[in-house]
């Protein structure tokens, strides 16, 4: 079994900061990607963004430039440093793990934005 714990959602105004963490606890071998989806009401899950084992990254155009994804693979956990946040980033933030051929997902922590 394989827990997910994610922190640091909150609510800020527009062009403000917030920081999430994903930390990864169990039968943990290991962890091949990691990586940020979001879900805003009526919308489908999308992906933010994702990195490999080995640092590789992956954007979504719409943050680009804004948000950075990071990990520690001492900790297992994975970092998403959102800058210049939009009222259109507002979602519920879930964290995804691949590890052997196996995808596990956090609970999902509240982002929202306010203009």
């Known amino acids: 079994q394989v827990d997910l714990v994610e922190s640091g959602g909150g609510s800020v105004q527009a062009g403000g900061s917030l920081k999430l963490s994903c930390v990864a606890s169990?039968?943990?071998?290991?962890?091949?990607?990691m990586g940020w989806y979001r879900q805003a009401p009526g919308k489908q899950r999308e992906l933010v963004a994702d990195i490999t084992r080995s640092g590789r990254t992956n954007y979504a155009d719409s943050v680009k430039g804004r948000f950075t994804i990071s990990r520690d693979n001492a900790k297992n956990t994975v970092y998403l440093q959102m800058n210049s946040l939009k009222p259109e980033d507002t979602a519920v933030y879930y964290c995804k793990v691949i590890i052997s051929l196996y995808v596990y997902w956090g609970q999902g922590t509240q982002v929202t934005v306010s203009s």
């Open positions: 169990g039968d943990i071998d290991t962890i091949r990607a």
